[in-house]
């Protein structure tokens, strides 16, 4: 079992940077791939960034390239997203996960995820 417990979520303008933190129970942290995907109002959830256990391969949606930059350390059991350049448009609840690297699974897709955090709000004014 792993509970995951963002931070780091709030208001700011649009250009701003903001640092998301997920924080993970539990000893078996660097065997999950970590992943932080997205809820907009009246969307679906979208995937925005994922990290692998140990060699720290990332993937990121194209939306959000080049603007996050996703990371994590095993010894403190967190995962961070670094984000910068911040438009209105990210606005969205910001959800942590992490998930077993079992074959066929993609660290881009939802259900290759086992636990999810509760989400923090992130605000993006224009």
């Known amino acids: 079992q792993v509970q995951l417990v963002e931070s780091g979520g709030g208001l700011m303008q649009a250009g701003g940077s903001l640092r998301l933190s997920c924080a993970a129970s539990?000893?078996?942290?660097?065997?999950?791939?970590m992943g932080w995907f997205r809820q907009a109002p009246g969307k679906e959830r979208e995937f925005v960034s994922a990290?692998?256990?140990?060699?720290?391969?990332?993937y990121y949606a194209d939306s959000v390239k080049g603007r996050f930059t996703i990371s994590r350390d095993n010894a403190k059991n967190t995962m961070y997203l670094q984000m910068n350049s911040l438009k209105p448009e990210d606005t969205a609840v910001y959800y942590c996960?992490?998930?077993?690297?079992?074959?066929?699974?993609?660290?881009?897709?939802?259900?290759?995820?086992?636990?999810w955090g509760q989400g923090t709000q992130v605000t993006v004014s224009s």
């Open positions: 539990g000893r078996t942290f660097s065997s999950y791939t």
């Open positions: 990290i692998s256990r140990s060699v720290g391969i990332t």
């Open positions: 996960a992490a998930g077993l690297a079992l074959p066929g699974r993609a660290p881009t897709i939802a259900t290759a995820y086992d636990y």
